[in-house]
C-alpha cells in the first residue's frame, strides 16, 4: 500500500511538472491574445487552460465541487484535475474553446449555472428528470450509481432494509440525499443528516452521528482507497445512475460543442485513455 501510494505521488508529481510546464509555455504564448466580443471575459486569467493553439477562443467557466474523487479533487498545488477535468479538457481542446475551474459547493451548481456565474458544470452530476427542467445535459459520459456505506466494524446493516430507524448522512443536494428522502418518506430511514462534502458526511459516519451514508459507489471507494479501515460498502449498488456535463438552458450552441466533443474524444480513442488513467485519481 505504501509503496503504491508512494508511486502514485510519484505519478502526480511528474503530471503536475509535466502539466505546469505547459501551462507557463502557453502563458509567455497568449500575451497578446484577445478574447472575442460577447464571449465568456477571462481570457486574461487563463493560465490553468492546457493548450491553446490559436487565438480568440472563448473561455468557459467550469463550476465543480473538486472534493469528488475520482472526479474531481484539488492537487497538493490547489489545482483541480480527475476525470471530469481530463475529459472537459479533451473536449475544450477539440472544440477550440478554453476552460476555467471553480470549486464550489455541489448544491449551488445549478443556481451558479443559472445566474451565469458559471457556463459548464462538470462534477459528477447525476442527469435526472428534474434537474433536466432547469439545465441542458449533455450526452452521458459516465455510468455510475449509489451505494450504501457503514464504518468497517457495523455489523447490523448490510443493505437499506435495515435502516429502519436509522439515521443517514448525505451530500447535500445530491442523488444519495434524494435517495435518504425516498426511504424516509417510506418509513425507513428515520433521519437525514447532510453535508457540504462527502468526507463530512463520513466523519459523521466515524463520530457514530450517522448510521449509514449514501453516496455515489465511485466516490466511496476512492475515500476508501485514500483512507482503508474506516468504512466499507454494504449490499449491492442501490441504482444505476449516469453523469453529464451541464450548461444553461438554451445554451445549445455550448451544449452541441460538448457533446460533439465528447463524440470525437470517444471516436479517437482519448477517451479510453483517459479512462484508463482514472485510477491514479482513486488515492491521495
Ligand atoms: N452524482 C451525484 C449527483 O449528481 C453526486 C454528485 C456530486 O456530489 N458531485 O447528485
Redesign the pocket.
Known sequence: MQKLLRTIAMFLVIATVVFAAGCAEQGGKKTNESTPAGEATTAQENNTIRKSTSEQMPTYIVGT?AQ?PP??IVDSQGKVIGFDVDLMNSIAEDQGFKVKYVDQD?AGLIPALQTGNIDIIA????I?DERAKEVNFSEPYIT?GLALAVTVDNENIKSVDDLKGKTVAV?T??????KAEELKKAGIVTEIKDFAH?NEAIEELKIGGADAMI??LP?TNAFIAAQPGVIKIVGEPLNS?S?GFAVRSGNTELIKKINTGLKNVKASGKYDELLANLPKYMEK
Open positions: 465541487e469528488f472526479f474531481e455541489f462534477s459528477g452530476m447525476t435526472t455510475a451530500q443536494g445530491s442523488t444519495g440525499f434524494m462527502v453516496n455515489d466516490v445512475e453523469y
